[in-house]
């Protein structure tokens, strides 16, 4: 058996856990036990990293990789729709190699920042050549504004599943149809919800500049059984909320919707330099937590933002939101976005049973809480080194 005993000066073990002179041993891409001490009495081969921490690969919950070419092509800040418009244009102007260079590059990125598992949006069904890390659940993602059939068999891949683009983008009946098409198996469910001001607009008064730009071209939506009383609710009664369902951004979200998701379980994912960059605006992470919603941690794509890295994710909550808990953004980055992608048994902390998705930082400190807040705040020069 090839068992490898890891240590370091720190193990972030989890939010509430970190170990001086930690060591954590690896037999067969699992963990098998943590411990203190120098390790020698250990069987296996000791790898000793140095004076920085050993913590859980980090997980991105919510990426769209296809759109990696796009990096730096809409310059300057844009009201949301028109940044939407230009997106349309640029992807349809993106070959299939264009695409696929794309995926690939951004899997790379992700690799690169430490993320060993993603939540993948993407409008093709673009087979991905098999990494072993990182892990790439894809949820093919639909954009129609009528109903139509969904055109993939989640039987093919067990890291497939669905995606609707947004409430005021996809047709409800669609969005309910691929609802259930996950629930049958067993699958996450992820959806753009309640982002922007004119989503918002939209469905609560059926009318506003998306309305518009719907009876331009031609779309009929008084079936849709708007107004609705805002994006949250309206999801919840179509009966799309639950445990298996990832809302990704929720910045339009008042105390009445943040309890319903509470109140469903619904996971939920925030991309806020996305939001910030685009919107202007950021999810009230606070009223969030203490709710006792535990959100996951996506970049969004890099039409959006500079970096795929959750390391700048989180330092930019850290700045945004200085009395929120240090350990609470990193479990945002690490233990949610397992648990929201459905891998919480087996990513998200460092314990025995769980693959061994370990990374190595530079983070040099002299206390346990000034480690965790280093993290948190991305004090440190280096990137994170996926150990293998
Ligand atoms: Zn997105």
């Given at each position: 058996?090839?068992?490898k005993i890891?240590?370091?000066?720190w193990v972030?073990?989890s939010?509430?856990?970190?170990m001086?002179n930690?060591c954590?041993?690896?037999?067969?891409g699992?963990?098998t036990?943590?411990?203190?001490?120098?390790?020698?009495h250990?069987?296996?081969e000791v790898l000793?990293?140095g004076a920085?921490?050993?913590?859980?690969?980090t997980?991105?919950?919510?990426?769209?990789?296809?759109?990696?070419?796009?990096?730096?092509?809409?310059?300057?800040k844009?009201d949301?729709?028109?940044?939407?418009?230009a997106?349309?244009?640029l992807?349809?102007?993106?070959?299939?190699?264009d695409?696929?260079q794309g995926?690939?590059?951004?899997?790379?990125e992700?690799?690169k920042?430490?993320?060993?598992?993603a939540?993948?949006?993407?409008?093709?069904?673009?087979?991905?050549?098999?990494?072993y890390?990182?892990?790439?659940?894809?949820?093919r993602?639909y954009?129609?504004?009528?109903?139509?059939?969904?055109?993939?068999?989640?039987?093919?891949?067990?890291?497939?599943?669905l995606?609707?683009?947004a409430?005021?983008?996809t047709a409800p009946?669609?969005?309910?149809?691929?609802?259930?098409?996950?629930?049958?198996h067993?699958?996450i469910?992820?959806v753009?919800l309640?982002?922007?001001?004119e989503?918002?607009?939209?469905?609560?008064?059926?009318?506003?500049?998306?309305?518009?730009?719907?009876?331009?071209?031609?779309?009929?939506?008084?079936?849709?059984?708007?107004?609705?009383k805002?994006?949250?609710?309206?999801?919840?009664?179509?009966?799309?909320?639950?445990d298996?369902t990832?809302?990704v951004?929720?910045?339009?979200?008042g105390?009445?919707?943040l309890?319903?998701i509470?109140?469903?379980g619904?996971?939920?994912c925030l991309?806020?330099r996305?939001?910030?960059r685009?919107i202007?605006?950021l999810?009230?992470?606070?009223?969030?937590l203490?709710?006792?919603?535990?959100?996951?941690?996506?970049t969004d794509?890099?039409?959006?933002?500079?970096t795929?890295?959750?390391?700048d994710e989180?330092?930019?909550?850290?700045e945004?939101?200085?009395?929120?808990?240090?350990?609470?953004i990193?479990s945002m980055?690490?233990?949610?976005g397992?648990?929201?992608?459905g891998?919480?048994?087996e990513?998200?902390?460092?314990?025995?049973?769980?693959?061994?998705?370990l990374l190595?930082?530079?983070?040099?400190?002299?206390?346990a809480?000034?480690?965790?807040?280093?993290?948190a705040?991305?004090?440190?020069?280096?990137?994170?080194?996926?150990?293998?």
């Amino acid at each position: 058996m090839n068992i490898k005993i890891h240590r370091a000066k720190w193990v972030l073990v989890s939010q509430e856990k970190v170990m001086e002179n930690g060591c954590v041993t690896v037999a067969n891409g699992r963990i098998t036990a943590i411990g203190r001490g120098g390790g020698t009495h250990l069987e296996g081969e000791v790898l000793d990293h140095g004076a920085g921490v050993i913590m859980p690969a980090t997980i991105n919950a919510h990426t769209h990789l296809e759109l990696s070419l796009l990096k730096g092509r809409i310059p300057g800040k844009e009201d949301f729709l028109s940044w939407v418009k230009a997106i349309i244009h640029l992807k349809d102007c993106l070959t299939n190699k264009d695409i696929h260079q794309g995926l690939l590059s951004g899997a790379n990125e992700l690799y690169k920042y430490g993320a060993v598992l993603a939540g993948d949006h993407r409008s093709v069904s673009m087979q991905f050549p098999d990494t072993y890390w990182p892990v790439i659940i894809r949820f093919r993602e639909y954009l129609r504004l009528e109903p139509a059939e969904i055109l993939c068999d989640l039987n093919k891949d067990k890291y497939l599943s669905l995606a609707a683009h947004a409430p005021h983008t996809t047709a409800p009946e669609l969005i309910k149809r691929m609802k259930d098409e996950t629930k049958r198996h067993g699958r996450i469910f992820s959806v753009h919800l309640a982002e922007s001001p004119e989503e918002a607009e939209f469905i609560t008064t059926a009318k506003g500049k998306w309305a518009g730009l719907l009876n331009e071209r031609g779309v009929k939506f008084s079936s849709w059984g708007l107004p609705a009383k805002s994006p949250v609710s309206y999801l919840d009664d179509m009966g799309v909320l639950d445990d298996k369902t990832l809302a990704v951004h929720l910045v339009q979200a008042g105390p009445g919707d943040l309890d319903l998701i509470a109140e469903r379980g619904a996971c939920v994912c925030l991309c806020p330099r996305s939001n910030n960059r685009l919107i202007e605006e950021l999810p009230d992470i606070p009223a969030m937590l203490k709710r006792g919603i535990r959100p996951a941690l996506g970049t969004d794509s890099l039409a959006s933002v500079e970096t795929l890295s959750l390391f700048d994710e989180m330092a930019f909550i850290s700045e945004s939101f200085p009395s929120l808990n240090s350990g609470d953004i990193i479990s945002m980055a690490t233990v949610n976005g397992a648990k929201a992608l459905g891998m919480g048994e087996e990513l998200g902390t460092l314990e025995p049973g769980k693959r061994a998705a370990l990374l190595y930082l530079p983070v040099y400190t002299s206390s346990a809480s000034m480690l965790i807040r280093s993290l948190a705040a991305g004090s440190f020069k280096g990137l994170p080194e996926v150990i293998r």
